[in-house]
């Protein structure tokens, strides 16, 4: 039987990520700070991955993509294409619900400028590895910008050359699963117009297509 790994509340495994938290603890005492959970249903088919919590989004909230610009349009266009209902408040006792859908972060806690090193992505992927294999129902996977793609093929054990990123682009995998690309919804791609948000509703109509088929 699979043990299903999450990092523990408290998780001391990144030094300079705990000590990160515990300044940020000091700082925004109401903050959840802390290794942020995957939201939705373990038995999803799709799985949407970010690279790390934003400091005044998830780490504040203690949900992916919750609080923050990024999550205004993830979670707006969830809603759309079937995958989440409910109203999406910021806050993670809003009761919005997803449907069919996961998300995650390859890395579980806020790193210093959004950039998390490539020691922490190498120690905190196990727990992504359990994410998938947790997940039976499994078939589709969105990577929300470059590094997040790059962290899936690490975790698949795929070279990175391999599989090459650009937005809208699609790719079946050996082990069935097909990863999605998509520019980040961050507030800057969207602001300089690299994703607006047709773009990035068409990417969400590829996987529902591929959902549907």
């Known amino acids: 039987m699979t043990t299903y790994l999450q990092p523990d509340r408290d998780c001391q495994l990144c030094p300079r990520l705990v000590d990160f938290r515990r300044a940020n603890q000091a700082k925004f005492p109401d903050f959840y700070n802390g290794p942020v959970r995957p939201f939705g249903p373990i038995d999803a088919r799709l799985l949407v991955v970010g690279l790390a919590p934003g400091l005044k989004g998830a780490n504040a909230t ?73 997940m039976k129902n499994l078939s589709a996977i969105l990577c929300l910008g470059q590094v997040a793609h790059q962290a899936m093929l690490r975790t698949f054990g795929l070279k990175l050359s391999s599989l090459k990123f650009g937005h809208g682009a699609s790719h079946q995998m050996e082990n069935g699963i097909t990863l999605f690309d998509s520019y980040h919804c961050s507030r800057y791609n969207t602001q300089t117009y690299r994703l607006t948000p047709e773009m990035f509703e068409n990417v969400f109509a590829d996987i529902r297509a591929h959902l549907d088929r």
Do not use: H, M, Q, W
Request: with cysteine; proline share 10%; net charge neutral.
């Open 62 to 134: 203690g949900r992916p993509f919750t609080g923050d610009y990024a999550g205004d349009l993830l979670y707006d266009t969830l809603r759309k294409f079937g995958f989440a209902k409910g109203t999406y408040a910021k806050r993670p006792d809003d009761g919005l619900e997803l449907i069919d859908c996961r998300i995650t972060n390859a890395v579980k806690c806020v790193p210093p400028e959004n950039k998390p090193t490539g020691p922490e992505a190498n120690t905190c992927r196990p727990f992504l590895i359990s994410e998938f294999g947790a």
